[in-house]
């Protein structure tokens, strides 16, 4: 990667977002488009109800622009693009019914299922027939490749399905999701250039520039939430970066905090049916289990950008 192109990424994605803001966060409160905040989470929390959302639009108006005029159309680009783009479109759906036609639950089940399924269909297509995507998936450590078959394309979904849901959980405190998407995002664009992809790298650097840029408006009192619009997105970017460089086993240990928040939800839920009600966290996502534990929001996100980043330095010592 070029250090003029990952320069160039950045500042533009960076100036996008930090430009934009001041006006439109204040557009987004006068549409009253403001979160909604659940009953049953932190009491603290209900101080940020009607905080403007869908700030993950800035977001990706800002990685957008800074790969395009980095990177250019470089085909690589393109798809991990549409598949960002794709996702902020099944969010902001979702985060538009939920806030402006006042339905707690957002897009239907069904409906988000068959978007992403279409996101999958259509990278597995372009890239197996355009980008040269093979059915092998490359095994950390042991630095060898194992052809997958057709299952590669079952594996895609759940990468893509996994990775945004994941980071959706993860977006539940002042910056959280930003700062460990930022972290990940970089590792990345590392893992680009070992690969020799030095577009795709430029792309992550404006995913992760975007991302410090909108901590300046997300950090702790945010002004401002990405919303699904943003979360889902960014899930569909780290995603794309991981399988347009064969890294999907890779991106299990670089997205290692959104894989102990995922987890932890589906624990909780688990042990809960099983045990009729009882629970092993406080509450879940686990990043509210050490809210209630009396920790200040501030120290469980530094907490957790700090795990983010072990996790980042021990994937990039395994390729």
Not at 103 to 129: D, E, T, W
Not at 287 to 314: C, D, M, N, Q, S
Request: net charge positive.
């Amino acid at each position: 990667m070029e250090v003029s192109a990952a320069l160039k990424a950045a500042i533009i994605s960076a100036l996008v977002v930090l430009l934009s803001g001041p006006f439109v966060i204040p557009e987004l409160r006068k549409l009253k488009f403001g979160q909604s905040i659940r009953e049953e989470g932190p009491k603290s929390h209900q101080a940020k109800s009607g905080t403007p959302t869908m700030g993950g639009l800035m977001i990706l108006a800002a990685l957008t622009a800074g790969s395009l005029f980095a990177a250019g159309f470089e085909p690589s680009v393109l798809l991990a693009l549409f598949v960002t783009l794709g996702h902020g479109v099944i969010g902001f759906i979702d985060d538009y019914i939920k806030v402006v036609k006042k339905r707690n639950l957002g897009l239907r089940p069904r409906h988000k299922f068959l978007g992403q399924v279409i996101m999958a269909v259509v990278v597995a297509l372009i890239g197996s027939f355009f980008l040269g995507v093979t059915t092998e998936l490359w095994v950390p450590v042991f630095n060898k490749t194992v052809d997958f078959g057709v299952f590669y394309y079952v594996l895609i979904f759940f990468v893509l399905v996994g990775t945004t849901n994941a980071v959706n959980l993860t977006d539940g405190l002042d910056g959280l999701a930003t700062g460990t998407v930022a972290v990940a995002a970089i590792c990345y664009a590392v893992v680009c250039v070992m690969f020799g992809k030095a577009a795709l790298a430029s792309f992550c650097i404006a995913v992760a520039a975007a991302c410090i840029a909108f901590l300046r408006f997300n950090a702790h009192p945010a002004k401002v939430f990405m919303g699904d619009t943003g979360s889902l997105a960014l899930g569909g970017a780290l995603a794309a970066a991981a399988i347009l460089t064969k890294t999907e086993l890779l991106l299990v240990v670089i997205g290692g905090v959104f894989v102990i928040e995922a987890l932890s939800v589906i624990i909780q839920v688990t042990y809960f049916k099983l045990t009729g009600g009882q629970r092993i966290f406080l509450m879940s996502p686990i990043h509210h289990h050490y809210e209630l534990k009396g920790w200040p929001e501030t120290k469980v996100v530094r907490t957790f950008w700090a795990a983010g980043v072990f996790f980042g330095i021990v994937a990039l010592a395994l390729v």
